[in-house]
Nanobody, 115 residues
């Protein structure tokens, strides 16, 4: 049974930090491109960051220099370190795994940036 379980979300003040984790099970994690997406109220889901099997990363322009994606294949976990958070980062964040025609999603976790 494939599972992607996100954790680490919550409420944080502007300028603060959070680290999201996504624990994977039920598939060959190390072979998959892992990504974080987010969806704000009334907006479409957008790619935040992705990391390849070899560790190459790709970040959205809106988070470049503030967010860092990483993976630990020994723990089947992908992380998103979010620094200098802004109110516009408020969204539900989703973990995604992709390999060819296989794609899996987590249930999503809320991040609220507000004073």
């Amino acid at each position: 049974q494939v599972q992607l379980v996100e954790s680490g979300g919550g409420l944080v003040q502007p300028g603060g930090s959070l680290r999201l984790s996504c624990a994977a099970s039920g598939f060959a994690f190390s072979r998959y491109v892992m990504s974080w997406y987010r969806q704000a109220p009334g907006k479409e889901r957008e790619l935040v960051a992705s990391i390849s099997v070899g560790g190459s990363t790709n970040d959205a322009a809106s988070v470049k220099g503030r967010f860092t994606i990483s993976r630990d294949d020994a723990k089947n976990t992908v992380y998103l370190q979010m620094n200098s958070l802004k109110p516009e980062d408020t969204a539900v964040y989703y973990c995604n795994a992709e390999l060819l025609w296989y794609e899996y999603w987590g249930q999503g976790i809320q991040v609220i940036v507000s004073s």
